[in-house]
């Protein structure tokens, strides 16, 4: 009994070491609707647009959703002619245009229940089909209007639950 125990602790030790290793590293961005204020990954960052909510989802400004999910802004395209944005990182692409509630995912599509669009010259997004695309959660904490987008970076492709 005693060396079961001791194997169930050692156990957890290992876990705990290989999740605290830089290639486990978490990042988490936390966002408020109606402030311009966010922090991003640990820094604080002033949006010139804020989060807002429409038809039941939370709306975010593009450039900072994307620096919440680490897309770099040289993985960020825009095509003004079909209001297309497509978004990288080294494991997946994701495409969605203005308007439509169609999400474009590696190879595969998704329907959302709300479609991006262009508040006050910025692409705003639904922040969750958006952040688990690139296999990010979202939580919602209804008291203080907070989003908050956690990334566990463990190297492995996003899941698309919808098709």
């Not at 599509?109 to 709300?114: E, G, I, N, S, T």
């Not at 008291?143 to 908050?148: I, K, S």
């Amino acid at each position: 009994m005693r060396s079961k125990s001791l194997l169930t602790i050692l156990l957890f030790l290992l876990l705990l070491g290989l999740f605290s290793s830089p290639a486990f590293a978490a990042s988490e961005s936390q966002f408020t609707v109606g402030s311009t204020t966010a922090i991003i990954n640990g820094t604080p960052v002033t949006m010139e647009v804020a989060p807002y909510i429409k038809d039941g989802r939370t709306f975010m400004p593009l450039a900072y959703v994307t620096q919440a999910l680490g897309v770099s802004t040289d993985h960020i395209n825009w095509d003004p002619g079909s209001q297309t944005v497509n978004l990288m990182n080294d494991t997946n692409v994701v495409q969605v245009q203005i308007g439509s509630r169609v999400i474009m995912v590696g190879g595969g599509q998704a329907l959302m229940d709300v479609s991006p669009e262009i508040i006050n010259g910025r692409t705003c997004l639904p922040i969750g089909p958006i952040a688990q695309a690139f296999g990010a959660n979202v939580s919602w904490n209804a008291l203080n209007q907070n989003v908050t987008i956690g990334f566990l970076d463990c190297g492995g492709p996003p899941v698309l639950t919808e098709s």
